[in-house]
Structure formats: C-alpha cells, structure tokens
C-alpha cells in the first residue's frame, strides 16, 4: 500500500514538521516504490523528507537525504532523456500538486543542502555546494547565501557581486543593502541597482520610486555609517523616524550607533523605546547590557538578561549579555560566555569587544589585541581602536598606539573621539604632554560635550601640577552637565590637594546622581580614612590597589 505524498506536503504546509518527518519515513521506505522503475518518485519523496528534517533542524540528516535524492535522481536521465530539460529549466520548489517528474529541481535541492551546511557553520562545503548551481539559474535566496557566503570566506568582490544581483532583483532587500554598505559600496552606486527605467505601462518598475524617497535615505544611512560618518547617519536615520515613528529597526540602528560614539544616556532611551514597544527583541540587547554596566545599573541588567534568556538561549546577543553579568562575579566566566558568542556567530562584533575589553581587565593586553584585531577585520568602529589603544600602551608599545590612532583619525575626520585618541597616546610619555593638551583641546572644540576628553584635559593639568586649572575646567563643566563621573575627578583632585571638605560634597554628588558609581564609593572611603586622620594607604588594608583599579575602570568607561 502506497503512502499518499500529498498527505507529507499538507502535514508541510500546516508547520506539522515533525509528523511530516515521521511520514516521511514511510513514505521513503513504502515497498510499493521501486526505486529502479521509479527514480524520479523515490527522489520526490527524499527531497520532502528532506524538507522535513531541514525545517526540525536536524541538519545533518537533512544533507544525508538531500544527496540520497539527487544520486536518484541522476539514474533519470538514461530511462527518459526528455526528463532532464524539465528538471533543470523548472526552477521552483516541489508544489504538493505536481507528482510529475519535472517536480524535482537539482538546483534548489543543491541550494537546501548549502543552507543546511550555512546552519551548521560550514561554509566551504556550504560555498561548494553552491558553486555547482550555473550563475543564470540562480534566484534571489541563492545570491544572497552566495554573498553570506563569499563575505565570511572573506571573498569581498564575489561577495558584492552577489549582493549587488539581489538588489537588482529586488531593492528592498535590506540585508543586501547594509552588505553593500559595510564592503565599502557607496549610496550612488547602491541606488544605481535599483530599476530605474518605466516599463510599457510607463510606470516606474521600482514602486513609486518618489514615495520610496525613504529607502534612498536608509542607504544614505547606511553608507554614512558604515564610513564611520556618524553624525551625518543618525542624522539620516532620525529624519526617517519621524517619517516611520517607533519603528524599532531604525530606532535599534540609531541606539547602537550612539552606543558606539560614546552617547550612552541617549542610547540606553532608545534601547529602552524599543524594548517597551517589543520586549522580546534581541537585537543588539549585548549592546544595551554593556551600557548598562558602565552605568552600573546591576539591576535591569540582570532583569535583562533574565528576559534574554527566556526569549531565546541560542542567539551570540545572549552569551556576550551574559558576559557582561558575569564579568562582575569572575572574569574566567565571562571570558567563556563572549568566545562562546563567538563560536554561535563568528561575524559577531559585540563578542570580540567584549572578549578584548576582559582581557584588559585582566592584565593581558596581548591577547586584547588579537580580539580587538578580530573586530576591526570585520568593521572596524571607534571601540575597536579604543581598545587597540588602550592595548599597546598597556604594552608600552608606544609607536603602534600611536599609529592605530591616527588609523582612526583618517578613518573619522570629524570625530572628537579619534582626535582625544591621539592625545591619549601623547599623554602616556611627560614629553608629548603639551601635544595631547593640543589634541584634547581641538576634540573639545569640534564636540563641546566631550567629558571624556575634559576629563583627560583636567587629568593632564593635574599630572603637569595645574591644579587650580583642573579644578576650574571640571567645575566649568559641571555648570551645564550633572555627570558623577566629572564629580569624581573633581573630588579626586580636591582629595589630593587636601581639601577635604569640598572633596567630600563632590564624592556625595556624584553618588546623588549614580548611587552605583564605584569609584565614588570607593573613593569615600579613602576620604573617610583621610579626615579620620588614618592613612588610607596603610598596608593591612590592602586597599590602594582596589581605588586605583576603581579609578581605572571609570576612565575606561569614559573610554568606552
């Protein structure tokens, strides 16, 4: 008695994979197929299994039936030879109504097997099975795994020849669109793809391509970002959100960015925007626990994790929040939860930060800049040469620093952050102190609201013993911004200068605004010893060392 193939293809289309699979194996195994007689149904049947097996995630069995079907399927051939130009011309997927032989497609089965090899991280055999597919038989899905393909064997040119085929197309995909932008692709030469001719009917084929103004935006977007022109993406992207209000893809899009610039308080709103509009986004959410932690907001991060782990455990986003939890409790962990995002997706930057920012914690600048190195090969952003820069000075490697931070320079011309970069690098020896005062200031000038480059500004009076213009530039800037951070280098100074008192009222301020702020807890410590008349540096306590990790980490996350 045969078992009726429709009844597989119905079982399909109603998501019922699993008995689907189970009837699958009936159906490939009924003794009323001969697969000699009949190779083309034997090879049907197999390709449905397939299906089955591929949407159940079982992926290896998948490629398993998947080339049981196509060794049937070549024994066709020699019983019909009419049979093979309806196999190779027929370019759609089994429909549940076609059991004749031409219901079977080579390439598309080639295709599901590549996207099976693509699930299971193995791109060569993934990319093999693919370049058995001729170039003219292929569709939309298959140039853009080809592009996914190229772009992680790092075959960029391919790459972009798959992604600009997709966007011929069809321009609306998005995916091809921020490809093209981060392999370097300018906005003209992405929108010249776009069918632009009217056809017979004398519309334009590109769906009203005025009304479609937007799309063109989000390509400008994109190109600004991804050449490090910030400024002029959000701007970009802000304009489209009043076109689109709570969109949460441009809204998660202009988060990230501000997270990568340094605008943390305006990343964290729109993180939070998205998340009350969906709470069930991932996102970008590693992006959103890091800013957390340099707020110290223990609290949601932990609720965010929680969340993050009841939506879905296997996402890379998942295991670099984890790591940021964990980087507190031991910093081993949190090492293990960012290689293990990297091992989910190995494109996936966030992990590489993550992993390079622990080893510096760590006291292993070294192997921070391979991880750092890592991140910079895939896109190098403004916290991949940040870290590279705290790196070599950690290494002392002076020349290297220094020559990463004019990389970021060229990269970002109008970026306060590339040019305090540089003047980090000048401060680190006493004779290029009067060069990074230059370069802090011009930072100063091209982004008035810079604490971080105040901040290093009133670090340089303090190490060339201008106190008194320390204290007057932090206080400057506390008149137009409530940070903690500014309160604390302010109180510092004051403790060192011992003016106790004044130390102390800024030491309150800053927890005032940020009662987790752990240099400023810290640091009240120290002040209380000091006014009590105790020597804070007193070696049984063994404190010194935790203060100055304290200052360190609220530097770094100036930094950052």
């Known amino acids: 008695m045969d078992v009726p193939r429709d009844q597989v293809t119905t079982l399909m289309e109603h998501g019922l994979y699993t008995s689907a699979q189970m009837l699958g194996c009936f159906l490939v195994s009924s003794s009323a197929v001969n697969p000699e007689t009949s190779p083309h149904i034997k090879a049907e049947s197999l390709v449905l299994l397939g299906d089955a097996l591929f949407r159940e995630r079982e992926h290896r069995r998948a490629i398993h039936t998947y080339k049981q079907a196509l060794q049937h399927y070549k024994i066709i051939p020699r019983q ?32 599901k097997i590549a996207s099976c090899h693509c699930a299971i991280n193995e791109n060569v055999a993934a990319l093999a099975e693919m370049e058995g597919i001729p170039s003219k038989a292929r569709n939309l899905q298959m140039n853009l795994l080809m592009g996914k393909l190229h772009r992680n064997s790092r075959q960029n040119r391919a790459a972009i020849a798959c992604y600009k085929e997709c966007l011929r197309h069809c321009p609306y995909v998005i995916e091809a669109i921020i490809a093209l932008a ?57 304009e489209l959100l009043q076109r689109f209000p709570n969109n949460i893809h441009i809204l998660l899009e202009i988060a990230k960015v501000e997270a990568i610039i340094g605008k943390n308080d305006e990343a964290i709103m729109n993180f939070e925007k998205a998340r009350s509009i969906d709470p069930h986004i991932i996102t970008y959410m590693d992006e959103y626990a890091m800013l957390l932690m340099i707020k110290s907001d223990h609290l949601k991060l932990n609720k965010l994790v ?129 060069k990074a005062k230059k370069f802090y200031e011009s930072a100063l000038r091209l982004e008035p609201g810079y604490l971080g480059a105040a901040l290093a500004l009133a670090e340089l009076h303090v190490m060339e013993g201008r106190t008194g213009d320390a204290i007057s530039l932090l206080e400057r800037y506390l008149k137009d911004w409530a940070d903690d951070s500014l309160h ?26 940020n009662a987790q702020n752990e240099a400023a807890k810290k640091g009240l410590e120290r002040l209380e010893k000091q006014m009590k008349g105790v020597d804070p540096d007193a070696p049984e306590e063994d404190e010194e060392n935790e203060v100055e990790d304290a200052d360190g980490d609220q530097e770094e996350a100036e930094l950052l």
């Open 80 to 111: 019909n030879s009419t049979t093979r130009i309806s196999l190779s011309t027929s370019n759609r997927s089994s429909s549940p109504n076609s059991f004749n032989i031409s219901a079977i497609n080579e390439n598309e089965v080639k295709f």
């Open 182 to 238: 981060e392999l370097g692709v300018s906005a003209k030469d992405i929108l010249s793809l776009f069918p632009q001719t009217p056809n017979r009917s004398g519309r334009p084929p590109f769906d009203h391509f005025d009304s479609s103004r937007w799309l063109q935006r989000y390509v400008e977007a994109q190109c600004c970002i991804a050449s490090n022109d910030y400024k002029g993406g959000l701007e970009l992207f802000t």
């Open 306 to 434: 929680h969340d993050l782990l009841s939506i879905d455990p296997t996402r890379p986003e998942v295991f670099v929040a984890l790591s940021v939890v964990w980087e507190r409790k031991e910093e081993r962990g949190a090492l293990s939860y960012a290689e293990k995002s990297i091992r989910i997706d190995e494109r996936h930057i966030p992990g590489y930060i993550m992993k390079g920012n622990l080893y510096l914690s760590m006291n292993r600048p070294d192997a921070a800049v391979v991880a750092f190195r890592g991140a910079q090969e895939l896109k190098p952003d403004l916290r991949s040469y940040q870290g590279l820069v705290r790196s070599y000075l950690a290494l002392s490697k002076i020349k290297e620093a220094l020559y990463v931070a004019r990389e970021a320079m060229k990269a970002m011309p109008q970026s306060a952050k590339a040019l305090k970069l540089v003047g980090d690098v000048h401060a680190s020896n006493s004779g290029g102190r009067e």
């Open 488 to 513: 604390v280098k302010l109180a510092q100074v004051f403790a060192a200068t011992n003016m106790l008192q004044d130390a102390l009222s800024h030491y309150q301020s800053a927890l005032r605004i």
